[in-house]
């Protein structure tokens, strides 16, 4: 795919931050118009997705805040994946974490995608369960926030309004329900 017209070419990248969170990195880039020059990209973590549907339709949130954008909003649960643990884990894990709810069987995996790949690199993987046992209260704490069995009838005016925080969520919520359509 690197040869295909109007690709850029990459010389290399020197990490400017890096922490167990976020990496910043100044890459030497040629554009496919011959310039070259360095370019900011900033690397995140992969993040898993726990998308919980229920019989009734429902799929199960965090109705949260979110400083950085100042918002208050629904998120399905999930975060970020640990060294040495699998994606599919990691999402279970951090169900059970942040909604007390166990996601329960083997799950689908849905999709696979980076929200923003001009300037980052964000891989986000999204898992389907579609029952989950309730095991207790939240263990985590920082995550604090209402857990809600959410109508997905509810996804589009929950778009508009936008109460659906991060694509990690909407792309997950419209993914799912435009697959069920095929």
């Known amino acids: 795919m690197a040869d295909e017209h109007g690709s850029w070419k990459t010389f290399g990248e020197r990490l400017v ?5 976020v990496k910043v990195g100044l890459t030497d880039v040629e554009a496919p118009n011959g310039e070259r020059w360095e370019y900011h ?3 995140l973590a992969r993040i898993a997705i726990a998308l ?5 339709d429902e799929a199960l949130m965090l109705w949260r805040y979110r400083f950085a954008t100042e918002q208050w909003g629904y998120e399905l649960l999930g975060g970020m ?5 699998n994606s599919a884990g990691t999402a279970a894990r951090e169900a059970a974490e942040e909604s007390g709810w166990q996601p329960v069987g083997t799950p689908e995996r849905l999709v696979t995608f980076e929200p923003l790949p001009g300037q980052v690199t964000a ?3 999204v ?3 579609r029952a989950a046992e309730h095991i207790g209260d939240p263990t985590d704490t920082e995550e604090a926030g209402r857990v809600e069995w959410v109508p997905l009838s509810r996804v589009n005016e929950l778009a508009q309004r936008q109460e659906l925080l991060g694509s990690g969520t909407l ?3 419209l993914y799912y329900l435009n697959s069920r359509r095929t």
Do not use: C, T
């Open 17 to 21: 931050y890096d922490n167990k969170w």
């Open 41 to 43: 990209v900033v690397h």
């Open 52 to 56: 919980i549907v229920n019989d009734q």
């Open 81 to 85: 994946v640990d060294e040495g643990e």
């Open 123 to 125: 891989p986000v993987d």
């Open 127 to 129: 898992y389907l369960w």
């Open 171 to 173: 792309v997950s919520l």
